[in-house]
């Protein structure tokens, strides 16, 4: 289907009714591939203002003004909210990432981290997720909570930063039981709508081999992956709690 093609179906979903008359905001009176364009242009938030000079990272602020923006275009209109949340969320990805190798900066990696868990409008309408999978045990648990009340989650992309720990069997027992708890989570999801799309990465290629060395793991990678789901293509756009501009561009080696 090709964008305009998708935009034009948004629309009428949003009109309610293709044969009704378009409502009379004179921004309505645009073909719907035209709209689509100008929310693209005024959701965009410059980082500029929002960057540290001598580190080049982006403040949580930043964060902030892009869920404002987007929650101001829903606040206009029905039609508008049904469009540009259905076009926003379809071309963003939600970077969740607790751990931080920045020295003084992981107090603000929380700090994004907790506002995008505290947020009503991702709990509804975010639909692409990245995550670090977290090494602490109260972010996992917290991690955890906050993907299964994500109502519209379509692709997720589990990046792992560290080996698995065999030595430490209290730690081990931990991460398996969050994974399965995760896996459990998106075979109830499944029974109510579209199961979504996950994979598995790692920031660094020894770490692949070590990973598929690993029974369990082998096997949730197997019962998580629909790879008959898969998008043959997804446009990720922006990011949200990406305040390492860096980390969005780094290479990941898909797992399984």
Not at 9 to 22: F, H, R, T, V, Y
Not at 181 to 198: Q, T
Not at 217 to 243: K, M, T, W, Y
Request: hydrophobic content about 40%.
């Amino acid at each position: 289907m090709s964008s305009s093609e998708k935009a034009w179906k948004i629309s009428l979903k949003a009109a309610g009714d293709g044969n009704k008359p378009a409502p009379k905001l004179p921004f309505f009176r645009f073909p719907p591939e035209i709209r689509f364009i100008i929310y693209r242009k005024a959701w965009a938030v410059d980082p500029k203002p929002h960057t540290v000079k001598k580190s080049g990272q982006l403040r949580v602020d930043y964060v902030k003004e892009q869920l404002s923006v987007v929650t101001k275009m829903g606040a206009v209109s029905h039609q508008m909210r049904i469009e540009a949340y259905s076009e926003f969320f379809h071309r963003t990805q939600a970077y969740f990432r607790w751990n931080t190798q920045m020295q003084g900066f992981s107090k603000h990696n929380v700090q994004v981290m907790t506002r995008m868990q505290g947020s009503f409008l991702l709990k509804y309408h975010l639909q692409h997720v990245s995550l670090h999978w977290p090494e602490n045990y109260e972010h996992r648990l917290a991690t955890l909570r906050w993907l299964e009340g994500l109502e519209q989650l379509k692709t997720l992309k589990i990046v792992i930063s560290n080996g698995p720990d065999l030595e430490n069997r209290k730690g081990a027992h931990y991460s398996v039981n969050a994974m399965r708890r995760l896996a459990v989570s998106l075979a109830r999801r499944n029974a109510k709508s579209e199961k979504p799309f996950v994979i598995f990465e790692a920031d660094r290629p020894e770490l692949v081999d070590l990973w598929n060395g690993v029974d369990w793991f082998r096997s949730l990678v197997e019962d998580v992956a629909n790879h008959d789901s898969e998008p043959s293509h997804q446009i990720i756009e922006q990011h949200l709690g990406c305040l390492n501009p860096l980390w969005a561009k780094s290479l990941a080696h898909r797992i399984g």
